[in-house]
Protein backbone atom coordinates (compact mmCIF):
# COMPACT_ATOMS: atom_id res chain seq x y z
CA UNK A 1 0.00 0.00 0.00
CA UNK A 2 2.93 2.23 0.84
CA UNK A 3 4.51 1.74 -2.44
CA UNK A 4 0.96 2.71 -4.31
CA UNK A 5 1.05 6.23 -2.32
CA UNK A 6 4.50 6.53 -3.61
CA UNK A 7 4.27 5.97 -7.07
CA UNK A 8 0.78 8.05 -7.11
CA UNK A 9 3.25 11.18 -5.52
CA UNK A 10 5.91 10.24 -8.31
CA UNK A 11 3.17 10.52 -10.77
CA UNK A 12 2.15 13.83 -9.55
CA UNK A 13 5.29 15.26 -9.95
CA UNK A 14 5.84 13.67 -13.19
CA UNK A 15 2.65 14.85 -14.50
CA UNK A 16 1.13 11.81 -15.43
CA UNK A 17 -2.27 11.94 -15.16
CA UNK A 18 -3.24 8.55 -17.00
CA UNK A 19 -1.35 6.95 -14.70
CA UNK A 20 -2.46 8.90 -11.37
CA UNK A 21 -6.19 7.86 -12.78
CA UNK A 22 -5.14 4.36 -13.06
CA UNK A 23 -3.25 4.13 -9.67
CA UNK A 24 -5.56 5.91 -7.92
CA UNK A 25 -8.22 3.36 -8.66
CA UNK A 26 -6.17 0.74 -7.90
CA UNK A 27 -6.15 1.89 -4.24
CA UNK A 28 -9.47 2.40 -4.16
CA UNK A 29 -10.53 -0.92 -5.43
CA UNK A 30 -7.38 -2.27 -2.58
CA UNK A 31 -9.55 -0.71 -0.01
CA UNK A 32 -7.73 2.36 0.61
CA UNK A 33 -9.52 4.99 2.52
CA UNK A 34 -9.88 8.49 0.09
CA UNK A 35 -8.75 10.65 3.17
CA UNK A 36 -5.40 8.77 3.00
CA UNK A 37 -5.04 8.56 -0.58
CA UNK A 38 -5.61 12.32 -0.62
CA UNK A 39 -3.51 13.20 2.88
CA UNK A 40 -0.65 10.69 1.72
CA UNK A 41 -0.20 10.92 -1.91
CA UNK A 42 -1.63 13.47 -3.86
CA UNK A 43 -1.43 16.47 -0.76
CA UNK A 44 2.21 15.94 -0.56
CA UNK A 45 3.28 15.39 -3.92
CA UNK A 46 1.69 18.95 -4.73
CA UNK A 47 3.83 19.99 -1.69
CA UNK A 48 6.80 18.80 -3.24
CA UNK A 49 5.70 20.13 -6.73
CA UNK A 50 5.35 24.27 -4.94
CA UNK A 51 8.91 23.31 -3.43
CA UNK A 52 10.19 22.42 -6.94
CA UNK A 53 8.62 25.36 -8.38
CA UNK A 54 10.13 27.62 -5.20
CA UNK A 55 13.53 26.67 -5.99
CA UNK A 56 13.10 27.33 -9.31
CA UNK A 57 13.25 23.33 -10.72
CA UNK A 58 9.69 23.87 -11.78
CA UNK A 59 8.49 26.40 -13.98
CA UNK A 60 4.97 27.53 -14.39
CA UNK A 61 4.13 24.96 -17.38
CA UNK A 62 5.30 21.59 -15.37
CA UNK A 63 3.32 22.72 -12.53
CA UNK A 64 0.26 23.21 -14.21
CA UNK A 65 0.91 19.78 -15.53
CA UNK A 66 1.61 18.15 -12.32
CA UNK A 67 -1.64 20.36 -11.01
CA UNK A 68 -3.65 18.73 -13.76
CA UNK A 69 -2.44 15.45 -12.84
CA UNK A 70 -3.23 15.78 -9.06
CA UNK A 71 -6.95 16.14 -10.49
CA UNK A 72 -6.92 13.26 -12.32
CA UNK A 73 -6.63 11.35 -8.70
CA UNK A 74 -8.60 13.86 -6.91
CA UNK A 75 -11.90 13.44 -9.45
CA UNK A 76 -11.71 9.96 -8.87
CA UNK A 77 -11.59 10.60 -4.52
CA UNK A 78 -13.37 13.98 -3.82
CA UNK A 79 -16.94 12.42 -4.69
CA UNK A 80 -16.55 9.63 -1.94
CA UNK A 81 -15.18 12.56 0.39
CA UNK A 82 -18.00 14.90 -0.32
CA UNK A 83 -20.33 11.24 0.65
CA UNK A 84 -18.56 10.65 3.85
CA UNK A 85 -18.77 14.33 4.69
CA UNK A 86 -15.13 14.85 5.60
CA UNK A 87 -14.12 17.98 6.75
CA UNK A 88 -12.35 19.97 4.88
CA UNK A 89 -9.18 21.85 6.27
CA UNK A 90 -10.78 25.36 5.33
CA UNK A 91 -12.71 27.62 3.24
CA UNK A 92 -11.05 29.99 0.38
CA UNK A 93 -12.55 32.22 -1.62
CA UNK A 94 -10.11 33.05 -4.77
CA UNK A 95 -10.19 35.20 -7.59
CA UNK A 96 -8.54 37.26 -10.12
CA UNK A 97 -9.48 41.27 -9.51
CA UNK A 98 -11.74 43.99 -11.32
CA UNK A 99 -10.48 44.81 -14.41
CA UNK A 100 -7.87 41.60 -14.72
CA UNK A 101 -8.93 38.42 -17.28
CA UNK A 102 -5.65 36.56 -16.24
CA UNK A 103 -6.65 33.26 -14.87
CA UNK A 104 -3.47 30.88 -14.73
CA UNK A 105 -2.05 32.33 -11.43
CA UNK A 106 -5.51 32.29 -10.01
CA UNK A 107 -6.38 28.39 -11.79
CA UNK A 108 -3.12 27.34 -9.97
CA UNK A 109 -4.02 28.55 -6.40
CA UNK A 110 -7.14 27.12 -6.49
CA UNK A 111 -5.64 23.74 -7.62
CA UNK A 112 -3.06 23.89 -4.86
CA UNK A 113 -5.45 24.95 -2.47
CA UNK A 114 -7.86 21.80 -3.33
CA UNK A 115 -5.08 19.39 -3.26
CA UNK A 116 -3.98 21.05 0.13
CA UNK A 117 -7.07 19.76 1.25
CA UNK A 118 -9.05 23.74 1.11
CA UNK A 119 -12.42 23.55 0.20
CA UNK A 120 -12.00 26.40 -2.91
CA UNK A 121 -15.19 28.78 -3.77
CA UNK A 122 -13.52 30.24 -7.29
CA UNK A 123 -15.21 33.29 -8.66
CA UNK A 124 -13.93 33.21 -11.59
CA UNK A 125 -11.63 36.80 -13.55
CA UNK A 126 -12.65 40.55 -13.17
CA UNK A 127 -14.31 40.29 -9.68
CA UNK A 128 -15.84 43.53 -8.20
CA UNK A 129 -15.37 44.25 -4.71
CA UNK A 130 -19.17 43.77 -4.30
CA UNK A 131 -18.81 39.88 -5.35
CA UNK A 132 -15.96 39.57 -3.35
CA UNK A 133 -18.50 41.04 -0.16
CA UNK A 134 -21.70 39.03 -1.58
CA UNK A 135 -19.35 35.92 -1.81
CA UNK A 136 -17.65 36.15 1.91
CA UNK A 137 -21.18 36.58 3.53
CA UNK A 138 -22.78 33.41 1.80
CA UNK A 139 -19.91 31.31 2.08
CA UNK A 140 -18.27 31.98 5.23
CA UNK A 141 -14.69 31.39 4.12
CA UNK A 142 -11.32 31.45 6.30
CA UNK A 143 -10.05 33.20 3.38
CA UNK A 144 -10.15 35.56 0.76
CA UNK A 145 -7.41 35.23 -2.17
CA UNK A 146 -6.60 37.63 -4.91
CA UNK A 147 -4.78 37.64 -7.96
CA UNK A 148 -4.05 40.60 -10.22
CA UNK A 149 -1.42 40.20 -13.27
CA UNK A 150 -1.47 44.05 -14.50
CA UNK A 151 -0.24 47.12 -12.41
CA UNK A 152 -3.24 49.13 -13.44
CA UNK A 153 -5.65 46.18 -11.43
CA UNK A 154 -3.41 46.00 -8.18
CA UNK A 155 -6.09 49.27 -7.04
CA UNK A 156 -9.41 46.65 -7.29
CA UNK A 157 -7.45 44.97 -4.12
CA UNK A 158 -7.57 47.53 -2.42
CA UNK A 159 -10.86 48.70 -3.12
CA UNK A 160 -12.02 45.22 -2.01
CA UNK A 161 -10.13 45.36 1.25
CA UNK A 162 -12.03 48.47 1.88
CA UNK A 163 -15.75 47.08 1.03
CA UNK A 164 -15.13 44.28 3.21
CA UNK A 165 -14.15 46.38 5.70
CA UNK A 166 -17.14 48.75 4.91
CA UNK A 167 -19.06 45.91 5.29
CA UNK A 168 -18.06 45.07 8.96
CA UNK A 169 -16.11 41.37 7.21
CA UNK A 170 -12.60 42.26 7.20
CA UNK A 171 -12.09 41.05 10.98
CA UNK A 172 -13.57 37.17 9.81
CA UNK A 173 -11.35 36.93 6.98
CA UNK A 174 -7.45 36.44 6.01
CA UNK A 175 -6.54 37.87 3.31
CA UNK A 176 -3.91 36.96 0.65
CA UNK A 177 -2.87 39.12 -2.40
CA UNK A 178 -0.75 37.51 -5.48
CA UNK A 179 0.25 38.43 -8.81
CA UNK A 180 2.98 39.41 -11.01
CA UNK A 181 3.36 43.28 -10.13
CA UNK A 182 2.61 42.96 -6.14
CA UNK A 183 4.59 42.72 -4.05
CA UNK A 184 4.96 42.75 0.42
CA UNK A 185 5.39 45.81 0.28
CA UNK A 186 1.87 46.45 -1.54
CA UNK A 187 0.31 43.74 0.42
CA UNK A 188 1.27 45.72 3.68
CA UNK A 189 0.26 49.03 2.05
CA UNK A 190 -3.37 47.90 1.42
CA UNK A 191 -3.73 46.05 4.92
CA UNK A 192 -3.93 42.33 3.45
CA UNK A 193 -2.65 39.82 5.90
CA UNK A 194 -0.36 37.78 3.53
CA UNK A 195 1.56 38.11 0.20
CA UNK A 196 2.40 35.03 -1.78
CA UNK A 197 4.74 35.11 -4.74
CA UNK A 198 3.41 31.78 -6.19
CA UNK A 199 1.01 28.99 -5.42
CA UNK A 200 2.60 27.06 -3.12
CA UNK A 201 3.35 29.83 -1.21
CA UNK A 202 -0.37 30.79 -1.17
CA UNK A 203 -1.07 27.52 0.82
CA UNK A 204 2.28 27.06 3.02
CA UNK A 205 0.51 30.52 4.27
CA UNK A 206 -2.74 29.35 4.60
CA UNK A 207 -1.65 26.78 6.49
CA UNK A 208 0.39 28.41 8.79
CA UNK A 209 -1.81 31.14 9.47
CA UNK A 210 -4.81 28.40 10.45
CA UNK A 211 -2.40 26.45 12.59
CA UNK A 212 -1.47 29.81 14.09
CA UNK A 213 -5.49 30.71 14.82
CA UNK A 214 -5.69 26.93 16.32
CA UNK A 215 -3.00 27.54 18.97
Do not use: W
Not at 47 to 67: H, L
Not at 125 to 131: A, C, H, I, L
Amino acid sequence: MANLLEEIQESVINGQAPKVKELTQKALDQGMEPQTILNEGLIPAMSTVGEKFQKGEFFISEMMISARAMYAGLNLVKPLLLSQKTESKGKAVVATVQGDLHDIGKNLVCMMLEGGGYEVVDLGVNVTPDKFVEAVKEHQPNFVMMSALLTTTMSSMEKTIKALMENGLREQVKIGVGGAPVTQRYADSIGADFYAADAGEAVSKANLLLNLAAK
